[in-house]
């Protein structure tokens, strides 16, 4: 079956240091991919998506590309803030958005 | 526009007792997916609501059942509960066709003691 696997955290980073939160997945077909972002106490939100290989997903800075060959997704910033402190979770889907296989997720604190 | 909405927030439920969790769509989604959230996991997909029929289950016992209603809002009950079944459990809303994004509520925090 589909599967995530994203790098264990927590990542502990000083405001203004470059972001990689390393993610790959299993699939059977050509899934969507996607970063998911939870604040403490709050629900998921979606950071960023990609839909096809090669397209990559933008959105306050992040960014991630769907590379198809190496199976990968990985999440990059190049200088993050504090208030970019909380749980990322990739996640891919098979059948549209609403049907999400998710990674265990990766905490990042970002210290002043 | 209204967010998801999920209630209550918080409870405690002794093991063996049953469960209704409840979850408000969007406004216009006709949608809704429910994950299971344990401590320090990822969400894990329960089940998914469409036009009032499950659209397609996870790997979640029958003692999980669902319903959703006719303006699109949703109850995930749990039966027999059991120690692990602690954790928290998140609805989302969508429209029913591909490239539409789910947006989630808040979650409830179920503890079983």
């Known amino acids: 079956g589909d599967s995530v696997t994203q790098m264990e955290g927590p990542v502990t980073l000083s405001e203004e240091a470059c972001l990689t939160i390393n993610c790959t997945y299993t699939a059977t077909g050509y899934p969507s991919l996607f970063w998911y972002v939870q604040y403490p106490g709050e629900g998921l939100q979606l950071l960023l998506k990609?839909?096809?290989?090669?397209d990559k997903g933008s959105n306050k800075g992040f960014e991630a590309t769907y590379r198809k060959e190496t199976t990968s997704f990985h999440l990059e910033k190049g200088s993050v803030q504090v208030s970019d402190s909380a749980v990322y979770f990739c996640?891919?889907?098979?059948?549209?958005?609403?049907?999400?296989?998710f990674g265990k997720g990766t905490m990042l604190l970002v210290s002043p | 526009e209204t967010g998801v909405t999920q209630s209550p927030t918080h409870l405690i439920k002794t093991r063996g007792q049953q469960v209704t969790l409840r979850c408000s769509s969007q406004s216009g989604h006709n949608t809704v997916s429910w994950y299971q959230q344990a401590l320090g996991q990822g969400p894990q997909f329960i089940f998914q609501y469409y036009r009032e029929e499950e659209n397609g289950r996870g790997n979640f016992p029958p003692r999980f059942s669902g319903l959703q209603f006719p303006n699109y809002s949703s109850e995930l009950n749990v039966n027999a509960l059991e120690l692990d079944d602690s954790a928290l459990y998140l609805c989302?809303?969508?429209?029913?066709?591909?490239?539409?994004?789910?947006?989630f509520g808040q979650g409830t925090r179920l503890t079983v003691v």
């Open positions: 996640a891919l889907s098979d059948s549209g958005y609403s049907t999400l296989t």
């Open positions: 990609a839909t096809k290989a090669d």
């Open positions: 989302a809303s969508s429209f029913y066709y591909p490239d539409t994004e789910a947006f």
